[in-house]
């Protein structure tokens, strides 16, 4: 089917030659990009792991000591509105082969009370200091989670593509080229007997 929506001509031909060969580089730069994303991909789930493993520790211990800030002081949502929303956030990228990976900038500041100490104790200051490292680590986990997605889709649309070149437009290229070649060297194989042909006849009326 392929053959019928190509004429056979030295323009297409020749066309047909040099769309093929992008197509080939092509697929050699969706394949390169694939396995560098995927290179990322897996420094990424790497630290995914470990910080997992990281923030389920923390978490435990702040909701433990968050526990026995309320059992001695009683419910503490007074006291924790007193603590100031830290919206001290920004967001870079930096491209992976086109694929814009976040970073999360963000100030650490030193543990500071910013609350009162009369109204409070010992284990009020360790649940707020817990929940102060379980914030820097959801930061970071966030940054690399969105990296994930983010390089997770791009490999799948890298690998769509590539396929694509190579299972369907590279071998439809080739098919149409070996139909071209086909068919113009049966009409080089025609002409030539053609003209033989027409030179015997000649020399047949020539020797009579």
């Known amino acids: ?92 990228y930096r491209s992976v082969m086109g694929v814009e990976i976040p970073k999360v900038l963000y100030q650490k500041e030193k543990v500071s009370l910013k609350y009162g100490i009369s109204s409070t104790n010992t284990k009020f200051d360790y649940a707020y200091k817990s929940f102060i490292k379980v914030r820097d680590l959801i930061l970071i986990l966030a940054e690399v989670d969105n990296s994930l997605y983010r390089l997770a889709d791009a490999i799948r649309k890298s690998r769509k593509r590539a396929n694509a070149l190579k299972n369907i437009v590279i071998p439809d290229y ?17 002409e030539f007997a053609r003209r033989k042909l027409i030179k015997s006849n000649q020399e047949k009326k020539h020797y009579k």
């Open 1 to 92: 089917m392929a053959n019928k929506q190509v004429f056979p001509t030295k323009g297409n031909l020749l066309a047909l030659s040099k769309s093929i060969k992008l197509a080939e580089l092509g697929y050699e730069l969706m394949d390169k990009k694939r396995n560098i994303l995927i290179r990322e991909m897996m420094e990424q789930i790497e630290k995914v792991r470990s910080l997992r493993d990281e923030i389920s520790e923390v978490f435990r211990k702040a909701y433990f000591t968050l526990q026995e800030a309320n059992i001695t002081l009683g419910v503490i949502n007074d006291i924790a509105k007193a603590i100031p929303i830290d919206n001290n956030l920004e967001i870079t």
């Open 174 to 190: 080739n098919t149409k080229i070996k139909f071209i070649r086909d068919t113009l060297e049966e009409k080089e194989r025609e």
